[in-house]
């Protein structure tokens, strides 16, 4: 079974500059979660979609972080515009389905770098 | 705020020995506390995981010890091997009204076995 796949893998950008992180999910989990993994810390929620649609977003910095998952597959986390804060390590993880009893399954994340 | 507080934040444990890792969490709400496994460069992987009805949860060399009253729980590894050299997590999740179950993680232990 194929994990979670993630691209890019690594990313430096300028501060003020915008980026994009694609997910693609294990195949039939209709639950998806965006985590932001700071360095020394534990991955933190930004946010979760049940199919196409969010289930919380509660954290997520809505003035500058977008994310979408249009056909409730595929899903793509924004940043518009960067601060050198949002360096850390993006994780995308799936689930069967929402149920705190279902597991995640963490992709290997795209590290950003903000200069 | 942090809801979920683990400690220690790093461990040395000789081959062979026991490994110990706490967390203590506030939320009573929390129903599902799961340990994540992470390699450098790699996304958390599921190593074990409980449910508050029960106390204690054994998987080979890995056990979790949980206490509902204290609002705690811990990792302990059996026979600590150089291959479980990583970096811990402990996490917990509700299954919230809506189906919001994003965990929330402690920050990490990075456990060292010495050969």
């Known amino acids: 079974e194929a994990g979670v796949a993630q691209s890019p893998r690594y990313k430096i950008i300028e501060k003020r500059q915008s980026v994009a992180f694609w997910c693609n999910p294990i195949?039939?989990?209709?639950?998806l979660y965006w985590y932001q993994q700071i360095l020394g810390q534990g991955p933190k929620l930004l946010i979760q979609?049940?199919?196409?649609?969010?289930?919380?977003d509660s954290q997520l910095p809505k003035d500058r972080f977008s994310a979408e998952r249009l056909k409730g597959v595929d899903s793509t986390l924004k940043i518009q515009p960067a601060k050198l804060e949002d360096s850390a390590v993006y994780l995308c993880a799936s689930s069967l389905d929402r149920g705190s009893f279902n597991e995640q399954f963490f992709g290997p994340g795209t590290r950003l770098t903000v200069l | 705020q942090q809801q979920v507080k683990q400690s220690p934040q790093s461990l040395i444990v000789q081959k062979g020995g026991i490994s110990i890792i706490n967390c203590a969490y506030e939320n009573t709400a929390f129903d599902y506390f799961p340990w994540y496994q992470q390699f450098p460069g790699k996304g958390p992987a599921l190593l074990i995981a409980?449910?508050?009805?029960?106390s204690e949860k054994k998987e080979g060399r890995f056990t979790i010890s949980f206490n509902k009253s204290a609002k705690q729980f811990s990792l302990h590894i059996m026979d600590s091997q150089p291959g479980d050299s990583a970096t811990y997590f402990c996490?917990?999740?509700?299954?919230?009204?809506?189906?919001?179950?994003?965990?929330?993680f402690g920050k990490g232990t990075h456990l060292i076995i010495q050969p």
């Open positions: 195949s039939g989990h209709a639950t």
């Open positions: 979609f049940q199919n196409n649609g969010v289930v919380d």
């Open positions: 996490a917990a999740s509700s299954s919230r009204v809506g189906g919001a179950d994003g965990l929330t």
């Open positions: 409980i449910r508050p009805d029960v």
